[in-house]
């Protein structure tokens, strides 16, 4: 069945208001009427145009603006944190520099890019509804799903807004007015996590628990949502009970093979609750219903998988994470001394050997590194997939990347890099990960401990370890579940600890990191140290800081204040701070 983010028409209402002289009341040129759209048909095609800015290709500014609003938030979640570096070379998107260094300005272009992106989206989504009152051949039923999936998305959209932004403006139906441009010039002084959880509620109330199509949320998909809008306000109790109906449901498990969560082979598959839905080779002219908003971000030549462009490598601090003491992660000792790597080693020279040393097995499905086999490309060369491995580190990322055999099937024609590997913005992992962090917070160590050992277990199948060749683990995979007594859940502050480091193993490079580290408070403690580690291996990071009651947010892009003005004054406030 064709995913449903197939449509390449950039659908809108276009509705303009009336002028008292006929020469100037012109029909928007490329856009279609509400008459055309006030139907069923019309404002199903308005719906699919809401999802399609899940990945961010449609809006204004085209592919360069897509780096920007990418669904798994590469550049917020992941560079901005302690698990990536930028890669690539020091003058390659310097915008994005700027925000690995901590340099962090409203003017930047990929703040203002992402504000618009998740507004537009919020746009859609309430022409969407604005369009459906009128709408007159719809049943009730019909009427009510197409009202859950716009605000179940407008929901996400503004989510996304919160925990990038934290006071920003909610703009629902009501708010926005497409006869007046200035309706939705509102100010940003109030919390709208009432705002979210209400979208939310309302479509998880309605949605059914299966959808035909991919890619369209379920019941679950908005319960699973709305517990995590629970979670980042740290009302455990209340994300609980959405929670557990997931897992009572019998409706999603862990995948026998960690990296089936990350082949488009397996796209929606049993472990996936929301997936951002890719596809190539569909009719689109330019591969834009592919992975876009990662294009920047796959080994830069050798030879080898692509030619461009070497973004988005995986930090030397990630990899040390995923060294094992006994099978179990060193959660305070981890960065001491690095996993062994080929740093300043050519490609052609023959005196390397990868780290002997015990590691989860997670890090060879997380990050490409010389030695190991990368997918089914072979064996990652080490610096010939590197742009310039001096400036940033000898690791290429994984988890987006097309697989050799996808190629033509599941990679654009045109663009390789342009592939049909869905985003899995939500999975069942997610979901016992953060019931174990509702046991921790209720002190209930044991039953959060059977939560974590559970997503170990799932690492430690041997037949999902990267193999060699000849069929051998790829490298000294270690990894055990916590027995009863373990010292890691002796105590709640432990716990959480432990919890939140299986966190960062499970869903490294996925864009979660950084969001993670400032609801958990610990992200000045985390950033800081290490900044001054890693300020001795990256020259440009020595010396940054994380700012405490500042840095935990994004500024709100100094363009969207200036354009906020109404009778002379901005009616937007900056974050504290900037």
């Not at 009341?25 to 899940?54: C, H, I, M, R």
């Not at 959405?242 to 082949?263: A, C, P, R, T, W």
């Not at 037949?463 to 373990?486: C, L």
Request: glycine share 8%; proline share 5%; net charge neutral.
């Amino acid at each position: 069945m064709k995913k449903i983010v197939t449509l390449t028409i950039l659908l809108s209402v276009g509705l303009i208001s009336s002028c008292s002289d006929s020469f100037l009341d012109v029909k928007p040129q490329g856009s279609l009427g509400e008459a055309t759209l006030t139907n069923k048909a019309g404002v199903n095609s308005l719906l699919v145009g809401v999802y399609s800015l899940l990945d961010g290709w449609a809006t204004s500014g085209g592919q360069f603006r897509s780096y920007q609003v990418g669904a798994d938030n590469w550049v917020y979640g992941s560079v901005a944190s302690d698990d990536a570096y930028k890669g690539t070379n020091a003058g390659d998107q310097p915008a994005i520099s700027l925000i690995e260094q901590h340099q962090i300005l409203p003017a930047n272009i990929y703040f203002l890019g992402k504000w618009r992106g998740m507004y537009d989206g919020i746009a859609r989504a309430n022409d969407v509804l604005h369009v459906l009152a009128k709408v007159t051949d719809a049943s009730d039923a019909e009427k009510a799903q197409i009202t859950a999936e716009a605000r179940f998305l407008r929901g996400h959209f503004h989510f996304e807004l919160k925990k990038m932004f934290n006071m920003v403006p909610y703009i629902d139906e009501k708010i926005y007015n497409p006869n007046d441009l200035e309706s939705t010039k509102i100010p940003n002084d109030r919390d709208i996590w009432p705002n979210i959880i209400d979208d939310l509620k309302a479509a998880y109330d309605v949605l059914p628990v299966n959808q035909a199509q991919p890619g369209r949320p379920t019941k679950y998909a908005a319960g699973a949502t709305l517990a995590k809008a629970y979670i980042f306000q740290k009302k455990y109790e209340e994300a609980r009970p959405f929670l557990e109906e997931i897992v009572k449901s019998g409706k999603y498990k862990l995948m026998d093979k960690y990296h089936d969560n990350f082949k488009a082979v397996t796209n929606n598959n049993a472990e996936s609750i929301f997936e951002v839905q890719y596809s190539v080779n569909d009719g689109a002219s330019g591969g834009e219903n592919g992975n876009i908003g990662s294009t920047l971000n796959y080994p830069y030549g050798g030879g080898g998988v692509t030619t461009c462009c070497g973004f988005f490598q995986p930090s030397q601090n990630l990899v040390n994470a995923f060294k094992t003491k006994d099978g179990f992660p060193m959660l305070d000792d981890f960065n001491k001394v690095d996993v062994v790597n080929d740093q300043g080693i050519p490609s052609n020279n023959p005196n390397f050997t990868p780290e002997t040393g015990p590691l989860d097995p997670r890090l060879d499905w997380t990050v490409g590194r010389r030695g190991i086999p990368y997918l089914d490309w072979g064996v990652h060369p080490g610096s010939n997939y590197i742009r310039d491995q001096a400036y940033a580190g000898p690791y290429s990322p994984k988890k987006h990347v097309m697989y050799r055999s996808d190629v033509g099937s599941n990679t654009f024609s045109g663009n390789p890099r342009l592939n049909a590997n869905n985003y899995r913005m939500i999975r069942y992992s997610h979901v016992l990960l953060w019931l174990a962090e509702v046991e921790a917070q209720a002190n209930n160590l044991e039953k959060a401990r059977e939560y974590v050992n559970m997503i170990r277990k799932r690492a430690a199948n041997p037949d999902g370890f990267v193999k060699t060749a000849t069929g051998q683990a790829a490298a000294n995979y270690s990894i055990k579940e916590y027995p009863a007594g373990h010292p890691y859940f002796a105590s709640k502050d432990m716990a959480m600890k432990a919890i939140q480091f299986e966190h960062r193993l499970e869903f490294a490079m996925e864009g979660h990191r950084r969001f993670d580290l400032v609801r958990w408070g610990i992200a000045a403690q985390t950033l800081n140290a290490y900044y001054a580690v890693e300020g001795n291996k990256r020259t440009y990071l020595k010396g940054v800081q994380f700012e405490a009651n500042k840095h935990e947010y994004f500024p709100i892009p100094s363009d969207e204040i200036t354009y906020s003005q109404k009778n002379g004054q901005n009616v937007l406030i900056q974050n504290p701070n900037y």
